[in-house]
């Protein structure tokens, strides 16, 4: 919502800004803030080393993230990114592997990306096509996709990648790259597009959007096409990180990833949401994890505050709204 | 008997308000209101959007809270916090948008909330329930078994178990906001004579209509509301319709419908410009043919279910069609689908604003850029002229004449019904349509924009655009085209042009007897 | 029509399951055995009665991850009070008190605070998840056999388990059908500020809808108690989507104001149950089980939604 | 319109800071740990678990932390809740605060050669408890016991019981979850030891558990449906011995060793329950991991490393097949044994 302010409702569109605004950076403050608070306890919170180990952990939850909003702005969800991410890890791996015939990384890379936006083709039809609930959809290839990447591997892992691939998930500066220009693409896109544009019109009124000629079914399928794609580039980076084709890579990152966009501000019910509050929501959640790990707490500590601070922070946005915005 | 209140000898008071004050966001929208209901007695309550109505409406109901002011009702203080308060004081509403949940059956959305118990168990005395509804839906002449869902009855079925309602928590005021938005003709005087009986039963009334003629015809006494302030009350005799609306709008109206230029009348001179042979759908429309001439508004006019909106989402590609040829200027449409359609020049207003016109949680500028979005893509990235395309928006709407006090940020929720619509309309002007499809475009609306409205219309016209107007409102039609096609049942049983247009015969024909007609 | 249209809607798993059973009924004698479907039901019945829970939030529009938890939380505390020698029943009184803690929890942060019941359930996941680890030290706990004897227990040569299962469904259906409270659920769920608007205290409801998610949790976790005699960190995890995919299978709605127990969610969590033990019967490869199960829904679903599209028509 | 330009530069900038801020020191190699004095102060040593939701994972856990205690070292802890990603990130959250070195239980075998590498470009010694890691140039030292061997021969132990009775046995396996390697390492120990053998063991079903204790339990029951004369049944992992047990019982088939009907059981891991089972004399044999051993030799290993010493890649735990047999003189061995209370 571009802000033009009309002079004669000057004092009451200002406050709406502001309130705005509040709402638009309050994780990003919530993260700052804790960071700044737990630096003097947890040791070696400020290093760059943890930064740097912080952002590799970050950028590949923040790409799927990226997909899962475009989705979720649709009023949709998918629930199968991270079975993407583990079926396009072993299919590139088998590729570029011996077993694969070494195929060269470049192509192993394209394939992967290929067959992430695939499958997110297969959702995004059966949803637009069918009409059926996203979420049980999404939910259905979540199994049956993982249990694919499963069978086709037998359990083993693959291992004994080409460097060349392992460079995309090591070497940040090129993850790095990558990622902010997702980032920054797909914020525009949204903002800077009329694809963007009908996103958001297609979550708020499906039906007043038809009408206005809208192509409803295009967008809502290219949102799943998006998400697809998105999990496998975030799939290509973790097998070069953890140098595996693994058949149950990122099985427990399904709900970080949900949880973090939904922090962010992201509606469940779609027509809201942003890339920059989705990152805002994905970096609150990895400096949180990062900070918990490095104080060495136990795991039922770092599962509590993990819980008790999500809360928090969603106290916090509601407690706003209704005391800054009020309810009109 | 008159409002006021030095007259009146407090007994026959029922209900009454003094200085009731509301403001949002510091913007004062009740300024002092006064007036009040005699027991028995029925009071039009008139007024423009965001005039205050609803506020009103909303304070009586318990929703919301007046500043200042006090309310006493039945003789005694009535400061509702919420609906229950005002059920349990006896007051009902009959809202413009339908408060009955489609989901559940009819004895149940009656007894919501009051659910008649077996004896001392949890559980619900169906038997009793439905004794009762059938009861309550007798008096309201509605003879449908109380297990029915909602979500199966027509609008003017539902405004009867609205009603039905108000009955079954014994009110003895009921509101009406806008009753009559969603009904047929026939509907329409169904519920006038349910209301005559239920004032003979001693019932008091708040009407709340922009169909003046209804006010005229059912109240004893009138209140004119104008930004917040009581500007006028009386009884019904001491009004004239032109008193009324200048009283409303603030300045003097001598007409309700603008002066269409004479040649355009029965202007079967501009050449066609949208062509409909033998559109069919089985169960929808039959062999619908028609043509719609440049420059022409072209009224189409009917009872509810006659198929009106029905084909009206046929042309528009929004509805499938079994048989029968649509030509745009000569060219024959294979593809019926809005983006088809809108790139060709037709536009399409639906009648339902909230459900199919708008994004209501969008803000204004969106809304209206909507349909004409990718005119202000670049491609191949369709990347957006944000400065044209705030430059079109700015420019639709002083065109539309959109209230001035509405940002173009501010989500369109919170917009009058009046500017909501002034904004679908902008959205479809923007589009430059050769073809405008407006499907009740005036409903739930205040004079003013009514007015604003019409002389749109005609303007569009004017410069050669094909407007086809779908109406409930016969007199609507009459005072705005050029020519009215009549339809019964999905069938068009009737054209007339101006010069023929005659009251009796468009509803004979609608109804398919001379008997029924009704003045 | 529409009306018998609209159940027919709710019976759409029933075609898919009569189907399942015939298939496997095919591939192994023993399968139809009166023995081996009661087997069914008593498998069945924990993450069952989680979904009748469930059936409660979704219809009423929400959504409530954290029943697995509650479940982990409620048992590891009855577990560690059983191997201190408390009473069994004071136990299960207890695991009841904890659940309803739990729901109560979730309840006021989302009436009261108004935050999305995803984000206050999925804390609450987390919260409940971190409890339990910590009250059982991680540790798997073996609890006295009371727990198995009131799991193995037979009444009219029918295990325990499944009339746990089957009174929660009923009284469950009762409520929703024919009390005030069940009525108002569907209102709420499909508009609640219509809900409010029509004189229904939509908080009283909500908060009622997530303590009843909260109950039949302790319900489900005695019953998975009575099953396994013990405890251990993974207990009830995953619980919560099972319990969603059954409640969507048995035709209610995510968005609330549609939907039923009986047939709806007693259906989806029996459809798929039946199908894991056909699975089984029949020796089938074990890395086939999720896609199958995935596909069996899918097509339950897809059915459902094309009787729904016919109805429309 | 400000709002909306502000996100990409905010992004930037962040990311930008965090980048430039890394890069400044990262090179040429990550290690901010400050320069320690061997002896002179107390040594931290990080402890990195992929998950505590097993009595194993928690003994093993405990073995360490005494074995860290009794030499009087400072112990770090980290459980990466069984997510790689996120337990490189812990592993070099250690690197960060400059440990003196890094025990690993690492999630699988390769997943951790990425830690590894970490571990060794801050030159801090690394060793795998429990877990190997694929051959790599990589340098670490693992302490392990072979899922594969211990469980043929638990399996072997259990044939030659069936082999007495002289008759044909039904068999069932319980298998784990299906992504786990631990879980396929002992499936293919099973069936190794299961070939050959058809003459008295005829595998009739295959139940993936998914490590859940109720689908093991719904497995086993409907398996025991199925085929009803099934007299020999392993498990994965010993923690699903509740359900399997559970199961018996509904079927009337949980019978000590020596009475009529009895089911042959056998295991892995060697828990608090196994122990009873075996004490009561309803388990025939379970293969036991020797926690004490590897905690031990692990945390030597390191020690070892840090003065330079050369120590192997791998340092094989034995472990040993604990049954009826050897019951009282193993016992003491068996971690299972000891934290029963």
């Known amino acids: 919502m571009a802000a033009t302010p009309v002079t004669n409702l000057e004092s009451r569109t200002t406050t709406r800004l502001r309130s705005l605004c509040l709402s638009e950076y309050l994780v990003l403050a919530l993260t700052v803030l804790m960071f700044a608070a737990l630096a003097p306890f947890t040791p070696g919170l400020g290093t760059s080393a943890n930064l740097l180990n912080a952002l590799g952990y970050l950028l590949p939850l923040f790409i799927v993230a990226v997909g899962m909003t475009l989705v979720m702005i649709t009023g949709g969800i998918d629930l199968s990114v991270t079975s993407i991410i583990a079926l396009t890890s072993v299919v590139g791996a088998k590729l570029m592997t011996s077993d694969g015939g070494g195929t060269p990384a470049i192509i192993g890379v394209l394939v992967m990306l290929a067959l992430g936006a695939g499958l997110g083709a297969l959702n995004g039809a059966v949803i637009t096509m069918l009409r059926l609930p996203a979420f049980i959809v999404t939910l259905a290839s979540m199994m049956f996709l993982s249990g694919f990447a499963v069978w086709l591997t037998q359990s083993k892992n693959i291992y004994g990648l080409p460097g060349s691939f392992l460079a995309l998930g090591q070497r940040l500066p090129i993850a790095f790259a990558l990622t902010a220009a997702l980032g920054v693409a797909a914020h525009l896109m949204l903002r800077r597009t009329v694809f963007g544009r009908w996103l958001y019109a297609v979550g708020q009124n499906a039906t007043a959007a038809h009408i206005s000629g809208v192509p409803v079914r295009a967008m809502t399928f290219a949102a799943y096409v998006a998400s697809g794609l998105c999990a496998a580039l975030a799939s290509v980076m973790l097998t070069g990180r953890l140098e595996t084709g693994s058949p149950v890579l990122g099985r427990e990152i399904l709900l970080d990833i949900i949880g973090a966009t939904v922090v962010g501000g992201t509606s469940l019910f779609g027509g809201m949401g942003k890339i920059a509050w989705t990152f805002f929501g994905v970096l609150f959640l990895t400096v949180l994890d990062n900070a918990l790990n490095l104080l060495s707490l136990s795991q039922f500590s770092i599962t509590i505050t993990k819980g008790a601070v999500i809360l928090f922070a969603a106290v916090l946005d509601a407690v706003r709204n209704r005391f800054v915005v009020g309810r009109s | 008997m008159t409002t006021n209140k030095e007259q009146r000898t407090a007994n026959s008071e029922l209900l009454s308000l003094r200085g009731i004050e509301k403001a949002f966001f510091g913007i004062k929208v009740l300024k002092g209101v006064s007036f009040s209901v005699p027991a028995g007695g029925m009071v039009g309550l008139v007024g423009e959007n965001g005039a205050g109505k609803s506020t009103l409406v909303n304070i009586l109901g318990g929703n919301l809270q007046p500043e200042a002011g006090t309310l006493r009702f039945a003789g005694a203080d009535y400061a509702p916090q919420n609906p229950q308060d005002a059920a349990r004081r006896g007051i009902a509403f009959i809202h413009q948008e339908l408060n009955l949940f489609p989901n559940l059956s009819i004895a149940e959305n009656i007894f919501l909330t009051r659910f008649p118990r077996a004896g001392t168990t949890p559980f619900i005395h169906r038997g009793e329930m439905h004794e009762r509804a059938a009861e309550l839906l007798r008096k309201v002449g509605l003879e449908i078994p109380s297990h029915r869902l909602v979500k199966t009855l027509s609008a003017g079925e539902r405004q009867l178990v609205e009603i039905a309602k108000a009955l079954s928590i014994e009110a003895r005021l009921i509101i009406f906001d806008e009753p009559t938005t969603s009904l047929s003709e026939r509907e329409t005087t169904r519920l006038f004579a349910l209301i005559a009986r239920l004032r003979a039963r001693g019932l008091a009334m708040i009407y709340i209509s922009h169909t003046l003629a209804d006010v005229f015809r059912l109240c004893d006494d009138i209140v004119v509301l104008r930004d917040g302030e009581v500007v006028g009350s009386g009884a019904t005799k001491t009004f004239t319709t032109e008193k009324l609306v200048s009283l409303m709008v603030g300045r003097t109206m001598n007409q309700l419908f603008p002066e269409r230029r004479a040649e355009a009348f029965g202007s079967e001179e501009g050449a066609p410009i949208l062509e409909v042979r033998d559109v069919s759908q089985s169960g929808v429309a039959e062999n619908i043919s028609f043509s719609l001439h440049r420059g022409e508004v072209l009224g189409l006019s009917g009872l509810m279910g006659a198929g009106r909106s029905e084909l009206a989402r046929i042309l528009f590609g929004l509805d499938p069609r079994e048989r029968g040829e649509v030509r745009l200027a000569g060219e024959v449409l294979h593809h019926l689908s809005p983006p088809n359609l809108i790139e060709r020049g037709v536009a399409f207003l639906t009648e339902n604003r909230r459900s199919e016109g708008l994004c209501l949680d969008a803000a204004v500028a969106d809304n209206l850029a909507l349909v004409t979005l990718p005119q202000h893509g670049r491609t191949p990235l369709r990347w957006l002229l944000r400065d044209s395309l705030q430059a079109a928006v700015t420019r639709i709407r002083s065109v539309v004449q959109l209230d001035s006090k509405t940002s173009d940020t501010q989500p369109v929720r919170t917009l009058s019904g009046g500017n909501q619509q002034k904004v679908v309309l902008g959205k479809w002007l923007l589009s430059k349509p050769k073809v405008l499809i407006l499907d009740e475009p005036t409903r739930g609306i205040d004079v003013g924009a009514k007015f604003e409205i019409y002389r749109l219309i005609h303007g569009l016209a004017d410069q050669g655009v094909g407007v086809l107007v779908i109406s409930s409102e016969l007199e609507e039609l009459m005072g705005l085209c050029d020519r009215i096609l009549v339809m019964r049942s999905g069938c068009l049983v009737d054209d007339l042009p101006r010069v023929q247009f005659d009251r009796e015969r468009i509803l004979a024909a609608a109804l398919g007897t001379a008997k029924e007609v009704k003045s | 029509m529409n009306r018998a249209g609209q159940r027919l809607l709710d019976f759409a798993p029933l075609l898919l399951f009569v189907a399942v059973l015939a298939f496997f009924g095919m591939q192994s004698g023993k399968f139809l055995e009166p023995r081996n479907l009661v087997n069914i039901v008593v498998q069945a019945s924990s993450t069952g009665i989680v979904a009748v829970g469930m059936t409660f939030v979704l219809l009423s529009a929400g959504v409530d991850l954290s029943v697995g938890a509650i479940m982990f939380v409620a048992a590891a505390i009855a577990g560690k009070m059983a191997l201190a020698g408390s009473p069994l029943a004071l136990a299960l009184l207890v695991m009841v008190g904890v659940s309803l803690i739990f729901g109560a929890f979730n309840a006021f942060f989302i009436t009261r605070v108004r935050v999305a019941a995803f984000i206050v359930t999925l804390a609450t996941l987390f919260i409940g998840r971190g409890l339990g680890l910590r009250i059982t030290e991680t540790r798997a706990m073996n609890l006295p056999d009371s727990f198995l004897q009131l799991g193995a227990a037979k009444v009219l040569s029918v295990p325990l388990p499944a009339w746990l299962f089957a009174v929660v469904l009923v009284v469950a259906h009762l409520v929703l059908t024919r009390t005030p409270l069940g009525r108002q659920i569907f209102a709420v769920g499909h508009d609640v500020e219509m809900a409010k608007k029509a004189g229904i205290r939509t908080g009283r409801i909500l908060a009622t809808v997530y303590l009843i998610s909260g109950a039949c949790a302790a319900i489900a976790a005695m019953v998975t108690l009575g099953q396994l005699g013990a405890v251990s960190p993974k207990f009830g995890e995953q619980k919560e989507f099972a319990a969603i995919t059954a409640a969507i299978l048995g035709g209610t709605s995510l968005f609330g104001g549609r939907g039923s127990v009986l047939p709806g969610t007693l259906l989806g969590t029996v459809l798929i149950q039946t199908i894991e033990n056909g699975l089984v019967m029949t020796n089938a490869n074990p890395y086939l089980y999720s896609m199958i199960i995935s596909a069996v829904i899918f097509a339950a679903v897809l059915l459902e939604s094309l009787r729904n599209r016919a109805l429309k028509l | ?341």
């Open chain 4, 1 to 341: 319109m400000k709002r909306i330009t502000s996100f990409p530069l905010t992004f930037v900038a962040l990311f930008g800071a965090l980048l430039c801020g890394g890069c400044g020191k990262s090179d040429p190699d990550g290690n901010t740990s400050p320069p320690s004095a061997p002896g002179a102060k107390k040594l931290n040593i990080g402890v990195a678990f992929e998950t505590l939701q097993t009595e194993y994972w928690v003994a093993g856990f405990e073995a360490i932390k005494a074995e860290l205690k009794k030499r009087d070292i400072t112990m770090l802890e980290a459980v990466a809740d069984q997510d790689a990603s996120r337990q490189l990130q812990q592993v070099k959250t250690f690197i960060t605060r400059g440990v003196d070195g890094i025990i690993l239980v690492p999630k699988d075998a390769k997943t951790c050669i990425p830690m590894i590498r970490a571990a060794n470009e801050a030159r801090i010694p690394i060793v795998l408890f429990n877990r190997p890691a694929d051959k790599t140039d990589a340098v670490s030292t693992a302490v392990v016991a072979d899922n594969r061997t211990l469980t043929r021969d638990t399996v072997a132990y259990m044939i030659e019981q069936a082999k007495k009775t002289g008759t044909k046995h039904k068999a069932m396996v319980v298998l784990g979850d299906l992504g786990d390697i631990n879980a396929i390492g002992r499936r293919d120990g099973f069936e190794d030891a299961v070939k050959g053998n058809e003459s008295v063991i005829q595998v009739v079903s295959r139940v993936p558990s998914e490590w859940n204790q109720e689908k093991a339990q719904a497995g086993v029951a409907n398996a025991l449906q199925a085929n009803p004369d099934i007299s020999f049944i392993f498990t994965s992992s010993d923690f699903l011995f509740p359900s399997i047990t559970s199961a018996l019982k509904a079927a009337g088939r949980y019978k000590k060793i020596g009475e009529p009907g009895h089911v042959i059981l056998g295991g892995f891991d060697g828990d608090a329950t196994a122990y009873q089972m075996l004490k009561d004399g309803y388990l025939d044999a379970t293969g036991v991991q020797d926690v004490y051993f590897e905690a031990q030799q692990s945390v030597q290993a390191l020690l070892d490393r840090r003065e330079g010493k050369t120590v192997g890649e791998l340092i094989l735990d034995p472990g040993f097949v604990i049954h009826q047999g050897n019951l009282n003189e193993m016992a003491p061995r068996m971690w299972g044994a000891n934290i029963k209370k």
